[in-house]
């Protein structure tokens, strides 16, 4: 029987389940890789086991004996740990510090407990010895790099006895060769007996590090795989399938190819972005569809003037510098960022000082805001994008999210925009308000305006798209007109597929 099982696991948000009866099984020594497109469900399956979150219904049977964790200390306790992508280490602790945090080895010589660092730094050798690395006990944590520091809570794992350990996109940020550490430190676990929950959406690794592959779709199972059974093929096939129609009408395309907005040549970022070209024209919509770590969240930041960037970028014909957000904002481009909560409102703020806040010279006269005018536009455009909220003094945060970010959208459209980038404008938004930014964005194409998004999102990138560009490893590897994308091909390129590793498997 296998270590770990979770059956029938039911779990919803305000009345909208989001997982279906799942299934879900581990042995020892044996690492699952988890795979699913956004939204499948895979964090919240997570979060159940970590005690995180807990389940409407189903059970969790560990070791042979039923759980019910309700809280993530009795998951823990149970010996089952998370890695999370935030690291969450002590950067002035010691690496023995932090493999002991919460449970020093103590010594009472006399009468004064002190800490035994011999005793820590010997356990921390034999731990880092089990693991085949030898990182120094009495280093630094914030001294090491982001590969070391995970082998350090990775070690703090087994330091605790944790028999699973759920690693999350663990790789989203290491090198080819700190990967490669990562995989001969996870070969050592599996020796130990240690169950691994891998997820990634990195096809490649799948098929190098797991045993077998479990595939979540909209909430439910969509197939358990045998690694050295399947193909590339059969997973892709299996993460897809929502079907588009189903979820966005279709839109007719509104491009006009005489007027370019925006041309990009030669776009860089350090190691993240790497020769990004592209044109905008007005009318179009191009969308950028990439997973983690594939630089359309830094491609985002660099169209906006947040990050530093080589390449040449032309707004309307004209070399700019496009090198602050202000500046974008004088040439005529809006911006909704991905982190909305951290980037996109302004919390304590009302829902018209929101819309307001980025078109306040436009309202003003002398210097002088002008109260009326700013209530009108505020309702103007509270109107044209159906906001639900009770009045405009009422607080930002009250509102649902697929309503802020509505506001976050009349921000830039109260400054007339000609130019909207939307980085995965509809992340945490519900389905209804989704179709409703999807048909905004459909409307604003057809008066004139560009707009690019980067998404994560298959389905919407494809069902919005005039121009898809498939991004993976900080470069495009893809570019499909409308009618020539389909969704397999897509998924494919952007978890590393190239046309080799297709034909090979
Ligand atoms: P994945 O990790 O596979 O991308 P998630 O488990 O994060 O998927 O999300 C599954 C679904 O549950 C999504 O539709 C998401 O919007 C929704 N969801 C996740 N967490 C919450 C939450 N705390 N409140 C409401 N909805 C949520
Ligand atoms: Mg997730």
Same mark, same amino acid.
């Not at 989001?18 to 469900?41: I, P, Y």
């Not at 080819?176 to 240690?194: N, W, Y």
């Not at 980037?343 to 703020?349: A, L």
């Given at each position: @029987?296998?270590?770990?099982?979770?059956?029938?696991?039911? =779990?919803?948000?305000?009345?909208?389940?989001?997982?279906?009866?799942?299934?879900?099984?581990?042995?020892?020594?044996?690492?699952?890789?988890?795979?699913?497109?956004?939204?499948?469900?895979?964090?919240?399956?997570?979060?159940?086991?970590?005690?995180?979150?807990? +389940?409407?219904?189903?059970?969790?049977?560990?070791?042979?004996?039923?759980?019910?964790?309700?809280?993530?200390?009795?998951?823990?306790?149970?010996?089952?740990? *998370?890695?999370?992508?935030? %690291?969450?280490?002590?950067?002035? %602790?010691?690496?023995?510090?932090?493999?002991?945090?919460?449970?020093?080895?103590?010594?009472?010589?006399?009468?004064?407990?002190?800490?035994?660092?011999?005793?820590?730094?010997?356990?921390?050798?034999?731990?880092?010895?089990?693991?085949?690395?030898?990182?120094?006990?009495?280093?630094?944590?914030?001294?090491?790099?982001?590969?070391?520091?995970?082998?350090?809570?990775?070690?703090?794992?087994?330091?605790? +006895?944790?028999?699973?350990?759920?690693?999350?996109?663990?790789?989203?940020?290491?090198?080819?060769?700190?990967?490669?550490?990562?995989?001969?430190?996870?070969?050592?676990?599996?020796?130990?007996?240690?169950?691994?929950?891998?997820?990634?959406?990195?096809?490649?690794? *799948? /098929?190098?590090?797991?045993?077998?592959?479990?595939?979540?779709?909209?909430?439910?199972?969509?197939?358990?795989?045998?690694?050295?059974?399947?193909?590339?093929?059969?997973?892709?096939?299996?993460?897809?399938?929502?079907?588009?129609?189903?979820?966005?009408?279709?839109?007719?395309?509104?491009?006009?190819?005489?007027?370019?907005?925006?041309?990009?040549?030669?776009?860089?970022?350090?190691?993240?972005?790497?020769?990004?070209?592209?044109?905008?024209?007005?009318?179009?919509?191009?969308? /950028? /569809?990439?997973?983690?770590?594939?630089?359309?969240?830094?491609?985002?930041?660099?169209?906006?003037?947040?990050?530093?960037?080589?390449?040449?970028?032309?707004?309307?014909?004209?070399?700019?510098?496009?090198?602050?957000?202000?500046?974008?904002?004088?040439?005529?481009?809006?911006?909704?960022?991905?982190?909305?909560?951290?980037?996109?409102?302004?919390?304590?703020?009302?829902?018209?000082?929101?819309?307001?806040?980025?078109?306040?010279?436009?309202?003003?006269?002398?210097?002088?805001?002008?109260?009326?005018?700013?209530?009108?536009?505020?309702?103007?455009?509270?109107?044209?994008?159906?906001?639900?909220?009770?009045?405009?003094?009422?607080?930002?945060?009250?509102?649902?999210?697929?309503?802020?970010? =509505?506001?976050?959208?009349?921000?830039?459209?109260?400054?007339?925009?000609?130019? %909207? *980038?939307?980085?995965?404008?509809?992340?945490?938004?519900?389905?209804?308000?989704?179709?409703?930014?999807?048909?905004?964005?459909?409307?604003?194409? +057809?008066?004139?305006?560009?707009?690019?998004?980067?998404?994560?999102?298959?389905?919407?990138? @494809?069902?919005?798209?005039?121009?898809? /560009?498939?991004?993976?490893?900080? +470069?495009?590897?893809?570019?499909?007109?409308?009618?020539?994308?389909?969704?397999?091909?897509?998924?494919?390129?952007?978890?590393?597929?190239?046309?080799?590793?297709?034909?090979?498997?």
């Amino acid at each position: @029987m296998a270590f770990l099982e979770m059956r029938n696991i039911v =779990k919803s948000f305000s009345g909208v389940q989001v997982l279906k009866d799942v299934h879900f099984d581990l042995g020892r020594g044996e690492v699952v890789a988890l795979l699913g497109q956004n939204g499948a469900g895979k964090s919240t399956l997570i979060k159940i086991l970590s005690g995180y979150y807990s +389940k409407d219904s189903g059970n969790i049977i560990l070791d042979g004996q039923e759980v019910h964790f309700r809280s993530p200390a009795e998951s823990l306790a149970s010996g089952i740990r *998370v890695i999370y992508q935030e %690291l969450e280490v002590f950067p002035d %602790l010691t690496v023995a510090e932090n493999i002991f945090a919460g449970s020093w080895p103590v010594s009472t010589q006399g009468r004064i407990p002190i800490v035994n660092r011999k005793k820590m730094n010997e356990e921390t050798r034999k731990l880092m010895n089990l693991l085949g690395e030898d990182i120094n006990p009495d280093d630094l944590v914030k001294n090491l790099g982001i590969s070391e520091k995970q082998i350090v809570e990775i070690a703090r794992a087994l330091a605790g +006895k944790a028999n699973i350990i759920v690693m999350d996109e663990p790789t989203a940020a290491l090198s080819q060769r700190e990967t490669k550490r990562l995989f001969a430190v996870i070969r050592r676990l599996k020796e130990q007996g240690v169950g691994i929950i891998y997820i990634t959406h990195r096809l490649e690794e *799948v /098929f190098e590090i797991s045993d077998r592959v479990i595939v979540l779709r909209d909430g439910k199972n969509a197939g358990t795989f045998k690694t050295t059974d399947t193909s590339w093929q059969e997973l892709v096939q299996a993460m897809i399938g929502r079907s588009l129609e189903e979820l966005y009408p279709s839109r007719e395309s509104s491009i006009s190819l005489e007027k370019i907005l925006v041309r990009v040549e030669g776009l860089g970022f350090n190691n993240f972005l790497k020769n990004i070209s592209f044109e905008l024209h007005a009318g179009e919509i191009i969308g /950028f /569809f990439g997973l983690i770590g594939s630089g359309i969240n830094e491609l985002a930041l660099t169209l906006f003037g947040a990050l530093p960037s080589e390449g040449r970028v032309w707004v309307e014909g004209r070399l700019t510098k496009v090198s602050s957000p202000i500046l974008t904002k004088k040439l005529g481009i809006g911006f909704i960022p991905a982190d909305r909560k951290r980037e996109g409102i302004v919390p304590e703020m009302s829902v018209k000082d929101n819309i307001t806040l980025a078109s306040l010279d436009r309202n003003a006269k002398r210097g002088f805001i002008q109260r009326q005018k700013e209530t009108n536009c505020a309702c103007e455009w509270s109107d044209r994008l159906q906001i639900k909220f009770s009045g405009l003094e009422q607080s930002i945060k009250s509102l649902s999210g697929g309503n802020q970010q =509505k506001v976050v959208l009349a921000r830039w459209l109260a400054t007339q925009s000609k130019i %909207l *980038v939307a980085s995965e404008p509809t992340q945490g938004v519900d389905v209804g308000a989704r179709i409703d930014i999807y048909r905004i964005f459909d409307n604003l194409a +057809k008066e004139g305006m560009g707009i690019i998004i980067l998404s994560s999102d298959l389905p919407e990138v @494809m069902a919005l798209s005039d121009t898809i /560009f498939v991004m993976e490893g900080g +470069k495009i590897v893809g570019k499909f007109s409308k009618g020539e994308a389909d969704q397999q091909r897509l998924l494919y390129l952007a978890m590393g597929g190239t046309e080799k590793a297709i034909s090979h498997k």
